[in-house]
């Protein structure tokens, strides 16, 4: 399975060229943001799915359980992908997915400022 990760200061980006989302990559892109996650304490993850025309249900509820851990820790996990079947597949199980990498890392952004803000207000 073909993963490359990119790591900077505000979020780690995992990639993949595969056309198939199926559990075989999702395990591969959890278990590769895993170790990321052993390295230093990164809360926000870009998965770039970009190459990928297709999702099996069967991988949802593990994406699902890694995005809700990241979020427990202050975190987001962004998905990239411009399909709109994709697109809206994964729009109706809540999570996060943009077309671009410049919208992700916006997003990214906003996602800090509002946690800094609420912080700040308490």
Known sequence: MNLSI????HYTQISTSEKVLNIKLAEALVNKANEALTDEEISYFIF???EVSSLEENCITLLQE??????????????KNE????HQL???????IVPSLSEAVEYIYMDQLEKQFLD???
């Open 120 to 122: 700040d207000s308490e």
């Open 66 to 79: 890694f995005g809700s851990a990241r979020q427990e820790n202050l975190g987001l996990v962004i998905f």
């Open 90 to 96: 994964m729009s109706e199980h809540d999570f996060v």
């Open 83 to 86: 399909n709109p079947s994709i």
């Open 6 to 9: 990119e790591k900077t200061e």
């Open 48 to 50: 770039d799915i970009s």
